[in-house]
């Protein structure tokens, strides 16, 4: 850890301030009178995450429907299970055993159901099934109380909808978020929901429902969290699943003795460093106790999986058997993906974007073998499935036979399956192409995989975020047996890091509580010089967010809530990036580039589709094919910025006003766009209810393909700057390598193996003086060292040396895909910080947040 980053807990200083000029430090009186009934909540967190919940579930019927039918299905499972294994005689359904009938020789399905009173015997002496009830019986009844106590917060919360936002359940439908946020920031005023400060903002909504989230995305994001292992015979894999996730969740966040005192609030102990180690010592405990509990209860659970997977899948695979050949996003991919300050929704909403690329993608690498087998059992299974089709009909007498049935049904999935490994032999796939139109959706990608989308490592890295179906469902079902051991043996080691992560990356925002510093998207604190922060950062290795995550979760943020008024530095970041693009746009020595390329027949039109109205430029926007993919000079770039450039405001201003004629009305108002677009949420408020849903639905088209073409933009920059200081330093390398750096980071040959990408250093850093710095060598540092020039990197022994604006270097070990750090390897947490001394006990000092 950088040394001016060893500092206790603080709070934030912000450079803004929520209330208008002159007003910073006035309270809002209401006589006692004529307080609104939701003047002061106490916890806003838990207030502002069920105002959300209720919108996602389209209103309180719906919510308080989807409660009752889980407990029904809790019921369902346990009881039909139990019904089956001890009120059923199979030797009559299996007609292993005859029935004597009065009046016909038929056998009834009731007569395979034993008599009450002998099924409530054999449940009665079964001790597994009778335990098995009464943990049902417990759980249930604690369901069903949670249940009455959540209709009765939703009653208020459905009260809040109608009489202070003035929305009905009828019309909640047909608001999106944005539109219901902007009511809240409104009624503020007059409600005082937040009594700290004077006006909410649009983050501090977001912070409040997302706090947990936003600390659970950034230890992912510095690779804390213990997910990625090396299993014998199975190799490199990642498993991250919900009860793990329920588990880290419960250690950190809300159960007994977690790190937090209240929904906003971290413990005290937590916020000083003199008794890390102390600290350090209790969490492993817990960690161990809880992970011991986990081990008891897992048979119990490993049941309930069973079942619940059983009954909810078994359906979908009867009528769909090559679903389990599908692919879903994996919960470590959500996660990797998220954004700061992301909501379920939007996140949801853009991954489904790129979900029909992505499969795209994975189906390039159906194995050549594979497909020759798949296709001769497919002849031979349908071969047989067609002779007893044709026999069914010649005479019906023949499904009477013993497993015809059963043979025609499992021909059919075999074939079916089969079919799922076989390729259309009328497409052609673009690797390339398809990772790019992925990468707009998606917003992430380690540099190494550009241009090496065609091998298999890239594909392999992919498939840990973008997994099967099959795969999902199994590591879910092996989940209580796994867990447990990652908690005692994985996590129980990281707890020193984790007390130092909680410390060092939490500050209080007044009005708001305790936050991840990172959820503050500031790129001074956190931003990395490699993804368009370079001489706007002052943070270390250790503060740094990977993979660009501060500055394209800033500008998400920007263009999703565009009546947001961000801070100044963050200000002047937006304002460059557009200054840029705009000189891009239009200093562009290739003019062909103004206007990008048509649309092709294969995959990129998905991104604007569903635009119904749009500029020309916009409506020719190009994702892949040619420039953005294959360029290695500044045309992807110019192609990038024309099309943000397209997205100006006078075009969105017309696209919006005929969108608004084309419902019946005329936009009222209309405001730009952090970014360069319009607000996209708030502007039907008055319409009707479909006019008002076409409105944003092209808006927020609007903003998401700006999104898009935003984030192809800055990994163009990115990697145009990490391409040159590479070429500019090429000479340096190689006399400085003198033992062999000519191979792969590996170890390998240079071309068997991806080069890594180079924008995920982690490591205790160590300084590197440099003769153009002006500074004394450090201790330790070599004399004679060649200089090299500002914002280079050096490679060292499969070291990359990371030579900042300063001239002083920074030396750093590598690590795979995202910063995902390996066993043995050099990680981006500092070693162990000594202990502090008595100072660290006393309370730090407090900069107040206005």
């Known amino acids: 850890m950088a040394a001016h980053f060893d500092t206790e807990y603080q709070r934030l200083e912000a450079s803004y301030s929520d209330s208008p000029p002159g007003e910073e430090n006035l309270l809002v009186h209401i006589p006692d009178g004529n307080k609104s009934p939701w003047h002061h909540i106490e916890n806003l967190d838990l207030f502002f995450q069920r105002v959300y919940k209720l ?32 009120c059923v005689d199979y030797d009559i359904l299996f007609a292993n055993k005859f029935v004597n009938h009065t009046d016909s020789a038929k056998v009834t399905l009731p007569d395979a159901f034993l008599p009450m009173d002998a099924c409530s015997a054999r449940i009665r002496d079964n001790v597994a099934v009778m335990f098995v009830l009464v943990i049902s019986g417990v759980f249930w009844l604690h369901r069903f109380i949670k249940l009455i106590y959540n209709v009765c917060c939703y009653w208020e919360i459905r009260s809040f909808y109608t009489n202070a936002l003035k929305i009905s359940m009828g019309e909640l439908p047909y608001f999106t978020w944005q539109e219901v946020q902007a009511r809240i920031v409104e009624i503020q005023k007059e409600h005082q929901i937040c ?29 804390l969290l213990p997910v990625r292992f090396h299993p014998p015979l199975l190799g490199e894999m990642v498993f991250y699943t919900r009860g793990l996730k329920y588990n ?5 966040f809300w159960g007994p003795g977690s790190l937090f005192k209240s929904e906003w609030s971290l413990k005290p102990e937590y916020k000083r460093g003199g008794n890390r180690l102390e600290l350090a010592d209790k969490l492993a405990s817990r960690i161990l106790w809880i992970g011991i509990a986990n081990l008891v209860l897992c048979p119990v659970i490993l049941v309930w999986q069973i079942l619940y997977a059983f009954f909810s899948y078994t359906e979908v695979i009867k009528r769909e058997p090559g679903s389990l050949g599908a692919r879903c996003w994996s919960l470590y991919g959500r996660c990797y993906l998220r954004h700061f300050n992301e909501l379920d929704h939007e996140l949801m909403s853009r991954l489904s974007k790129g979900y029909k690329a992505s499969s795209k993608y994975m189906n390039c690498f159906l194995s050549p073998l594979l497909t020759v087998v798949a296709k001769n059992v497919a002849f031979f299974a349908g071969s047989l499935l067609a002779v007893l089709i044709a026999l069914t009909i010649y005479d019906e007498d023949v499904l009477a036979v013993e497993h015809v049935l059963s043979s025609i049904t499992l021909l059919g999935v075999c074939i079916t399956v089969c079919r799922s490994f076989i390729p259309d032999q009328h497409l052609v796939y673009c690797p390339e192409q398809l990772l790019r139109v992925i990468l707009a959706h998606i917003h992430y990608m380690p540099d190494h995989w550009q241009g090496n989308a065609h091998r298999y490592e890239t594909r392999d890295q992919f498939s840990q975020l973008f997994q099967y179906k099959a795969v999902f469902i199994l590591e879910e079902l092996i989940s209580p047996v796994v867990t447990p051991f990652i908690l005692i043996f994985s996590l129980r080691r990281k707890s020193l890091e984790i007390i130092d992560f909680f410390r060092n990356f939490t500050v209080e925002v007044v009005g708001v509580g305790d936050t991840c510093s990172f959820a503050q998207m500031d790129v001074r604190q956190h931003g990395h010089p490699a993804w368009m922060s370079e001489g706007k950062t002052e943070a270390s290795i250790y503060q740094q967010a990977e993979d660009g995550k501060t500055e394209l979760s800033l500008m998400h943020f920007a263009i999703t809530n565009p009546q947001w008024n961000p801070p100044t530095e963050t200000t002047h970041f937006i304002s460059q990036l557009k200054e840029r693009v705009q000189r891009e746009a239009t200093g562009d020595t290739h003019p062909h580039t103004h206007t990008l390329t048509s649309l092709s027949e294969s995959e990129p039109r998905s991104l604007i589709a569903n635009l119904l109205v749009g500029p020309p430029p916009l409506a020719s926007l190009h994702l892949g094919r040619d420039g953005p993919l294959t360029n290695q000079g500044p045309d992807g770039i110019s192609d990038a910025a024309s099309g943000l450039r397209s997205l100006s405001i006078n075009s969105m201003r017309g696209s919006y006003s005929s969108t608004h004629r084309l419902a019946g009305h005329t936009s009222s108002a209309s405001r730009a766009m952090v970014g360069s677009s319009t607000d996209a949420r708030t502007a039907s408020s008055g319409s009707s209810a479909w006019e008002g849903q076409l409105t944003s639905l092209v808006l927020s088209e609007y903003a998401s393909t700006e999104m898009s073409i935003h984030a192809l933009y800055i990994h163009e920059l990115h990697k145009q700057q990490s391409r040159g200081e590479l070429s500019r330093h090429t000479w340096h390398r190689q006399e400085s390598d003198d033992s062999g750096d000519s191979m792969t980071e590996d170890g390998g040959a240079g071309g068997n193996l991806i080069p890594r990408s180079h924008t995920f250093p982690v490591s205790t850093p160590t300084s590197i003086p440099s003769s153009n710095s002006g500074l004394p060598l450090d201790r330790g540092a070599t004399p004679g060292q060649e200089e090299a020039p500002p914002n280079s990197q050096r490679r060292h022994w499969g070291i990359a040396d990371s030579v900042g604006s300063d001239g002083r270097g920074v030396r750093l070990a590598r690590v795979p895909m995202g910063g995902w750090a390996e066993e043995g390897q050099g990680c981006r947490h500092p070693n162990t910080v000594p202990e502090e001394g008595s100072d660290d006990d006393m309370p730090p000092n407090i900069h107040k947040v206005t």
């Open 55 to 86: 919108h996602q579930k389209n209103g309180f019927t719906c919510m308080l429907l989807g409660e009752v039918f889980e407990l029904v299905q809790l019921l369902f499972v346990v009881g039909f299970t139990v019904f089956l294994a001890n």
């Open 195 to 223: 009594i700290h400060k004077k006006e909410l903002t649009e983050l501090d909504i977001y912070h409040r429902i997302l706090r947990f989230k936003n600390y659970m995305v950034a230890m992912v994001n510095k690779s």
């Open 248 to 252: 880290f969740e419960l250690i950190f």
